[in-house]
């Protein structure tokens, strides 16, 4: 396997993780929201990350990797501040 590509896989499942900590707390904070409603954003988004990890370590090109990477970290950045 590629060097980028693990690099990229790691920055990839770094900002995911804080965007799943991120989509929960979001969720937690809507007025209304059960542990079951927390838990399933939680999930969705783990799923997203996890996908998005597998397809950049495998098929997607390079300039599409770098592109994912780019925008989980303006994503992160935005919410972070806006939080």
Known sequence: METW???????????????VLLAMAQTRDRKGAT????????TISLT???LLCVLSLTVLPGP???VIVAAV???NTVLLLTS
């Open 64 to 66: 599409v990797v770098w």
């Open 48 to 50: 997203i990350v996890v």
């Open 5 to 19: 590509r693990v690099i990229a896989g790691v920055l990839i499942a770094i900002g995911g993780v804080i965007l």
């Open 73 to 75: 970290g303006v994503v």
């Open 35 to 42: 542990n079951s409603s927390v838990a399933l954003a939680g």
